[in-house]
Antibody, heavy 118, light 113 residues
Framework: QVHLQESGPAVLKPSETLSLTCSLSGGYFGSFYWNWIRQAPGKRPEWIGFVTYIGTTNYSPSLQSRVTMSVDTSNNQFSLRLASVTAADTAVYYC????????????WGQGVLVTVSS | DIVMTQSPDSLPVSLGERATLQCRSSQTILHDFNNKSYLAWYQHKSGQPPKLLIYWASTRESGVPDRFTGSGSGTDFTLTINNLQAEDVAAYYCQQFYTSPSTFGQGTKLEIK
């Protein structure tokens, strides 16, 4: 059974860089698209972007200038970096698998709340 | 970006009854070449990861009970939950994957009346 688990700091200060890792167990990286999605309090989910097992990336235009994703297949992990965070980046961050490349998500992590506060 | 609008925001339904959730897209999400609507539905229970229920507007994900039915085409979609169970209490989200960036609705919170 595929299991995804996010990890990273829970609190950041404005202007810092958010850095999260998603660990995959029970599955393999090949041929899939590995996504990050976030949901701010009281808001709808927002797709951030994906990285493939060979490192191909695609980001949401609204976040593209601040986002970097990478993959570490040897450790079954992929990562998200979001630069210059503000309070508007406070959200639960989820990692999720897209098995088909069509951008719907069949496995999700539990999510991690990241709060940006001075 | 395509805007997804769900209704109602909150839906109280009695156990054993039917719940009908609506989702509308700001433009068509039906592809002519395969006649498929690029819509998914997710169930999100408190404290759990979101769960994929439906894709292609009406294809049930493996393991999803047949009480859950997706329908609709073009811009208007429905998720129907028959014989509501206590375990169905959750937020339900629709998502379009017709164009990038894929976008989600604001959700419908299903509760027991």
């Amino acid at each position: 059974q595929v299991h995804l688990q996010e990890s990273g700091p829970a609190v950041l200060k404005p202007s810092e860089t958010l850095s999260l890792t998603c660990s995959l167990s029970g599955g393999y990286f090949g041929s899939f698209y590995w996504n990050w999605i976030r949901q701010a309090p009281g808001k709808r989910p927002e797709w951030i972007g994906f990285v493939t097992y060979i490192g191909t990336t695609n980001y949401s235009p609204s976040l593209q200038s601040r986002v970097t994703m990478s993959v570490d297949t040897s450790n079954n992990q992929f990562s998200l970096r979001l630069a210059s965070v503000t309070a508007a980046d406070t959200a639960v961050y989820y990692c999720a698998r897209d098995a088909s490349g069509l951008r719907f998500f069949d496995y999700w992590g539990q999510g991690v709340l990241v709060t940006v506060s001075s | 970006d395509i805007v997804m609008t769900q209704s109602p925001d909150s839906l109280p339904v009695s156990l054993g009854e039917r719940a009908t959730l609506q989702c509308r897209s700001s433009q068509t999400i039906l592809h002519d070449f395969n006649n498929k609507s690029y819509l998914a539905w997710y169930q999100h229970k408190s404290g759990q990861p979101p769960k994929l229920l439906i894709y292609w507007a009406s294809t049930r994900e493996s393991g999803v009970p047949d009480r859950f039915t997706g329908s609709g085409s073009g811009t208007d979609f429905t998720l129907t939950i028959n014989n509501l169970q206590a375990e169905d209490v959750a937020a339900y989200y629709c998502q379009q994957f017709y164009t990038s960036p894929s976008t989600f609705g604001q959700g419908t919170k299903l509760e027991i009346k």
